[in-house]
């Protein structure tokens, strides 16, 4: 049982709520996918935005978590983003309903009354929050109400909210096609007011500039990957893509922050080439059944030299505490 408090408002987990295919043929992918994939079966490899960050970072502790199915421990980080995602989906099931009455209390210059009015979505818990939660939401609120009050309502909510997607692409590694089902669930969708859509994706880390907005921009490609792919086309085109950090001040991060960009910009266009050269690394490290450990060292916000290790629930199975990991190149953190 975890030692922290966890809270879900909503009707069903993700968990629950099962593929979610939009397709009969996607569908069929989906169970005919396995993050377990080796060359011979007749299934394919399956790969979340999760599964190809996991390999990026360590190959070993990848072929632990998706491989063998053993599960990472539980932390604080986990719990405290997993409660704050679950406010932010209930907070856009109900808050469409709210906003005609907000619109009245604005135009009767009651703007208080209309922040509180809008604020009473979000539920409370049964036992109060540990983790620092409270002040997450409630800076996440407050960006949610100044776009508010610039759009007066209008392409302010989101239209679409942990948005299943599902799409069957072909990674070719050394000549050869091998098929490989994507799968993830996007955090909300907003419209751009122009005929097209604005993928959001919301963090609990820290937000460091440049640093954080390089791993985001891959991330939201490989989300832009699936709906391409996958033609969603209620989603379709993506114009823009954006993060929200509204605890981004945390472990040496500058300040709570958001940002948004457009896609295919000079700033972003790498980011395609990046996802499908993070594609075929992992296609061939199953291909190959090539999961070394990584260990590295770092330099932490605090100036402290750490083991990229210390994050691991596998260091008792890895090989490579049997090396002196204190020899390993000192690096300087890029993405923690």
């Keep these: 049982m975890s030692e922290f408090m966890k809270f879900n408002p909503n009707k069903e987990s993700l968990q629950d709520r099962g593929a979610e295919a939009h397709t009969p043929e996607l569908l069929e992918s989906y169970n005919n996918s396995t993050y377990a994939w080796q ?23 990848y072929k632990m978590q998706y491989l063998y199915r053993l599960s990472q421990e539980e932390t604080g980080d986990m719990v405290r983003g997993t409660n704050v995602h679950n406010i932010v989906e209930y907070f856009w099931d109900e808050a469409p309903s709210r906003i005609d009455e907000t619109l009245t209390l604005i135009a009767d210059d009651k703007l208080i009354l209309a ?3 809008m604020y009473s979505v979000i539920p409370t818990p049964p036992m109060p929050y540990l983790l620092g939660e409270e002040e997450v939401i409630r800076q996440w609120f407050d960006w949610q109400w100044n776009r508010f009050l610039l759009t007066k309502g209008v392409n302010w909510a989101a239209v679409g909210n942990e948005v299943s997607a599902h799409a069957k692409i072909n990674v070719n590694v050394d000549g050869v096609d091998y098929p490989v089902h994507l799968r993830g669930y996007i955090d909300t969708i907003f419209a751009d007011g122009e005929g097209g859509f604005v993928l959001m ?5 820290k937000w460091q500039p440049k640093k954080t907005a390089k791993k985001l921009r891959e991330e939201m490609q490989f989300y832009k990957l699936m709906l391409d792919e996958g033609e969603f086309s209620d989603w379709l085109p993506v114009t823009h893509w954006a993060w929200e950090f509204p605890r981004g001040w945390v472990n040496g991060g500058v300040k709570a922050e958001w940002e948004l960009e457009e896609v295919g910009t000079k700033i972003t266009r790498y980011a395609p080439k990046t996802v499908q050269n993070k594609l075929k690394k992992l296609v061939k490290a199953h291909i190959t059944d090539s999961f070394e450990p990584e260990p590295f060292n770092y330099t932490d916000w605090q100036g402290n030299v750490v083991s990229s290790c210390q994050w691991c629930s596998f260091m008792e199975l890895c090989p490579a505490w049997g090396n002196n990991i204190d020899s390993q190149t000192e690096i300087k953190l890029e993405d923690e």
């Design 39 to 61: 060359p011979g079966m007749d299934k394919y490899l399956r790969v979340s935005k999760s599964s190809l960050n996991a390999h990026g970072w360590c190959g070993y502790s």
């Design 115 to 117: 922040k509180e009015l």
């Design 201 to 205: 994706e919301l963090k609990t880390g």
